[in-house]
Each structure stands twice: as C-alpha cells, then as structure tokens.
C-alpha cells in the first residue's frame, strides 16, 4: 500500500471500524532539503539536476524535483548548493 489510493483507503477502513476510539492522521511527505559542497565551476543551475541524475541512476529522481535554492562561493573557488 505504497499509493496514495491506498492509504486514503486505509485510512476510511480504519475510521468507519474504530472511527469512535481511534484518530486517523494521514501525514503529508515534505520535500529534504539537502546541501551539496564542492560544486565544480562548470555545473550551473540549468544542468545541476541533469548532472546529479546521470551520476546517480539508482536514485529515483523524476526530472523537474531537484531544485536549486542557494548558491555560496568560497574562496577556493568552489561552490556550494
């Protein structure tokens, strides 16, 4: 019951049978935010999502999901998102 189809059934299942006893709460998925350091100078914000994907296929990424926020420089020259 990994769906969203599911748990909505699941959670009527559970609130028609124990609906007087039991509090059904169904918990929203936030997007993790992550930071990633040493970013090479020739990766912008337009091919960083592209970059990440080639590089990790086993990730289950959708394309359009990575989202860059923030950029800092150091001043070594390298960059971090």
């Known amino acids: 019951m990994g769906s969203i189809d599911g748990t909505n059934l699941l959670s009527t299942n559970i609130s028609d049978k124990c ?4 509090e059904v709460n169904v918990k929203k ?3 993790p935010r992550l930071i ?7 990766i912008t914000i337009e091919n960083l999502e592209e970059t990440i994907l080639a590089k990790n296929p086993e990730v289950s990424l959708i394309t359009g999901e990575v989202v860059a926020r923030f950029k800092f420089g150091t001043k070594r020259g390298t960059l971090t998102w």
């Open 29 to 31: 998925l936030r997007k």
């Open 19 to 22: 609906g007087e006893v039991l």
């Open 36 to 42: 990633i350091s040493n970013i090479p100078q020739d």
